[in-house]
């Protein structure tokens, strides 16, 4: 018998809201999050008992990421100031940016990977079903993008998170 929809929100909301931040950024992850479960409240009834949850939720997840982006492209950001470019204080923030700006700039499918792989501990074969490709293809998006992070972003990346 499944589980009953709230076991499978506390389960597993925590790792959808880290994966919905890597995809999207800190802003977006929240509105993301919340229209995944809305989805998936819906469509959980007809869940075969034998699916794995957690990819299941995490394509949905990447499905409404993928809707965010598309939204954002079209609406203007309105903001009260701009933003005063980091002029070397505060090396964290610098940083950051950095690192945060590195990412962005990945193909969508690296970005997607590793945040599937590292940030959702999914396996090649789940991310290979996401994106829509083979394990292969899922495990090369993931070192390649990998590959850029150090290349782009020296340090960003230690030795401990290598595929």
Same mark, same amino acid.
């Given at each position: 018998?499944?589980?009953?929809?709230?076991? $499978?929100?506390?389960?597993?909301?925590?790792?959808?809201?880290?994966?919905?931040?890597?995809?999207?950024?800190?802003?977006? %992850?929240?509105?993301?999050?919340?229209?995944?479960?809305?989805?998936?409240?819906?469509?959980?009834?007809?869940?075969?008992?034998?699916?794995?949850?957690?990819?299941?939720?995490?394509?949905?997840?990447?499905?409404?990421?993928?809707?965010? $982006?598309?939204? %954002?492209?079209?609406?203007?950001? =309105?903001?009260?100031?701009? =933003?005063?470019?980091?002029?070397?204080? !505060?090396?964290?923030?610098?940083?950051?940016?950095?690192?945060?700006?590195?990412?962005?700039?990945? =193909?969508?499918?690296?970005?997607?990977?590793?945040?599937?792989?590292?940030?959702?501990?999914?396996?090649?074969?789940?991310?290979?079903?996401?994106?829509?490709?083979?394990?292969?293809?899922?495990?090369?998006?993931?070192?390649?993008?990998?590959?850029?992070?150090?290349?782009?972003?020296? !340090?960003?990346?230690?030795? !401990?998170?290598?595929?």
């Amino acid at each position: 018998m499944k589980q009953p929809f709230e076991s $499978v929100v506390a389960q597993h909301g925590a790792t959808v809201l880290r994966v919905c931040r890597v995809v999207l950024g800190p802003h977006d %992850a929240d509105d993301a999050w919340s229209e995944t479960f809305l989805a998936a409240m819906r469509a959980y009834p007809d869940l075969p008992e034998t699916a794995n949850v957690e990819a299941w939720l995490v394509t949905i997840a990447h499905r409404k990421a993928i809707d965010v $982006v598309r939204a %954002a492209k079209r609406n203007p950001l =309105p903001v009260d100031e701009l =933003p005063e470019t980091p002029a070397g204080q !505060g090396a964290t923030d610098v940083e950051t940016v950095g690192l945060w700006s590195v990412v962005k700039e990945l =193909p969508s499918k690296q970005r997607q990977a590793i945040a599937y792989r590292y940030v959702a501990g999914l396996a090649y074969a789940e991310i290979a079903e996401i994106l829509g490709g083979t394990v292969e293809a899922a495990r090369r998006a993931a070192a390649d993008g990998l590959k850029n992070l150090r290349k782009h972003y020296p !340090g960003a990346i230690t030795k !401990g998170a290598s595929s």
